[in-house]
């Protein structure tokens, strides 16, 4: 807006999908204090009323790795606080990539993998996977750490995905 010379509301849209990348519903915020206070108070809380097919609370007693459902947000939701509180409070899977994800895994980790596509097109890749923790000396939650290897003329890159969705493969 500022580069076009427009004076215009600010605003920030948080569109929320479902896991075919249909939209479910949004939010539209005046300035706000960012994705994890949006999630907290306006997303999560709508989720949980409106997700359907969630476990009920005996299949989440029996299975501690199951969840309600998964949220999957960019490196703004990164906060170890926020993934164990949504997991420790709710049962609630996230992933989202990882800020700063260390040093490179050697190349010999990573095994080729294919997958379909929500669109029904299959995806090659190479992925790799290690559990970590996700946080700091006193706080912070158990995660599994995957990481997928781009091949490039210029070199070779890393993405970091880190997750409490402890039951997908």
């Given at each position: 807006v500022a580069s076009h010379r427009l004076c215009l509301r600010g605003v920030t849209?948080?569109?929320?999908n479902d896991r075919e990348g249909m939209p479910f519903f949004y939010v539209d915020r005046p300035v706000d204090d960012g994705l994890l206070a949006v999630l907290r108070?306006?997303?999560?809380?709508?989720?949980?009323l409106d997700v359907p097919r969630?476990?009920?609370a005996d299949e989440l007693k029996a299975n501690e790795r199951l969840h309600r459902f998964r949220l999957v947000f960019d490196r703004a939701?990164?906060?170890?606080?926020f993934v164990a509180e949504m997991w420790t409070v709710?049962?609630?899977?996230?992933?989202?990539?990882l800020k700063s994800p260390g040093p490179e895994w050697p190349e010999s980790e990573f095994?080729?993998?294919t997958t379909d596509t929500a669109d029904g097109q299959s995806l090659d890749m190479e992925l790799a996977e290690r559990g970590i923790w996700?946080?700091?000396?006193?706080?912070?939650?158990?995660?599994?750490?995957?990481?997928r290897l781009r091949r490039g003329r210029h070199g070779n890159h890393q993405?970091?995905?880190v997750s409490t969705d402890y039951t997908c493969s």
């Open positions: 849209d948080y569109w929320v108070t306006q997303i999560v809380p709508r989720l949980l969630q476990p009920s939701g990164c906060s170890f606080r709710w049962r609630i899977a996230c992933m989202t990539y095994c080729p993998v996700f946080g700091n000396d006193k706080e912070g939650i158990w995660c599994r750490e995957f990481r993405t970091a995905i």
